[in-house]
């Protein structure tokens, strides 16, 4: 595999860039504390700053790795922190790697997480070489799946039971996933 980082991604809307130590306010603002964006995740909406200014210095701290892939989503016209897009696990002797991303709720509904989906897909499967690049989410959240499908991931089926929400209720899993050499740009 060939290991970039988080480089600089551009797409027709979006910027997706490294996160900053300062974007630690806007992140918490925009998105890390909203319950309602972390309705269906493992972890819960941040109760203060404090706690989204450790998880981005962790961020931070990771960017000295090659492997460590975490992108800032901004708008191309602002450079405001609007949501992520990690590799939120990674097996290097499958070549595989799970995405997990989030969004500011005020911009759901517009097509920017799959635009920001396609163009991490494309880089991972295309540059870095990833084998695999796959994503799972809660089946109690449709909005998801339809990220990862019009990116251009395929189902590949539903574990049931298989996760935790942040509250602690077991949940069933839809995974899809994308292959290098058969995963085809999507049209966002």
Same mark, same amino acid.
């Given at each position: 595999?060939?290991?970039? @980082? !988080? ?9 997706? #860039? ?15 504390? %909203?319950?309602?964006?972390? #309705? ?16 981005? &210095? ?36 499958? &070549? !595989? ?8 709720? #005020? +911009? ?13 897909? %494309?880089?991972? +499967?295309? #540059?870095?070489?990833?084998? *695999? ?11 998801? @799946?339809?990220?990862? *499908? ?11 039971? &298989?996760?935790?929400?942040?509250? @602690? ?7 899809? &996933?994308?292959?290098? @050499?058969?995963? *085809? *740009?999507? %049209?966002?």
């Amino acid at each position: 595999m060939k290991h970039t @980082g !988080s480089v600089l991604l551009q797409t027709e809307r979006l910027v997706l #860039r490294p996160f900053r130590l300062e974007d630690a306010g806007a992140v918490y603002k925009n998105w890390a504390s %909203d319950p309602e964006v972390t #309705r269906y995740l493992s972890w819960r909406a941040h109760q203060n700053a404090g706690v989204t200014r450790t998880v981005v &210095a962790s961020w931070c701290k990771d960017y000295r790795k090659p492997h460590g892939y975490h992108w800032c989503i901004t708008l191309r016209e602002a450079d405001e922190p609007l949501g992520g897009i990690d590799v939120v696990h990674a097996d290097e002797f499958l &070549a !595989s790697a799970e995405l997990g991303y989030c969004l500011s709720r #005020r +911009l759901w509904g517009q097509g920017y997480m799959t635009e920001a989906a396609t163009a991490v897909l %494309d880089h991972l +499967l295309n #540059r870095v070489e990833y084998e *695999r690049v796959f994503a799972r989410h809660n089946t109690k959240n449709p909005a998801s @799946g339809a990220v990862m *499908r019009k990116a251009g991931m395929v189902l590949e089926g539903v574990s049931r039971r &298989a996760a935790k929400t942040n509250t @602690g209720e077991f949940c069933d899993v839809a995974l899809y &996933a994308a292959l290098r @050499g058969e995963w *085809r *740009r999507a %049209d966002v």
